[in-house]
C-alpha cells in the first residue's frame, strides 16, 4: 500500500507520520516540533501486517 501526506505548511503531516507509525508520543510532538520537511521522505512500515511506504511530502 502507498500513502502520500500531501498538505500546507505545518498542517501536521510529518507529526502524524511520526505518531502512528513509529509511536512517537503525540504531546512531545507539540511541545518539541519537527523540522519542516524538505523535498519529499519515503519510509517503508510494517502496520497491521499491511508493508506501507509513507511519502511524506513538503507543504
Ligand atoms: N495543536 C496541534 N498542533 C500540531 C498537531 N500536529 C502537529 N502540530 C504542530 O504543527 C507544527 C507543524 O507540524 P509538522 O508535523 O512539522 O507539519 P508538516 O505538515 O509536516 O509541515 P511541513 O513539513 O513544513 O509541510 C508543529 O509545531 C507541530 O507541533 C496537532 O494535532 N495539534
Ligand atoms: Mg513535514
Not at 505545518?10 to 510532538?29: C, V, Y
Amino acid at each position: 500500500m502507498k500513502l502520500v501526506l500531501v498538505g500546507k505548511a505545518g498542517a501536521g503531516k510529518t507529526s502524524i507520520k511520526q505518531a502512528i507509525f513509529e509511536m512517537r508520543n503525540p504531546d512531545d510532538l507539540i511541545i518539541y516540533p519537527l523540522d519542516p520537511t524538505r523535498g519529499i521522505n519515503t519510509s517503508n512500515y510494517s502496520w497491521m501486517d499491511v508493508d506501507i511506504n509513507v511519502f511524506d511530502t513538503s507543504g
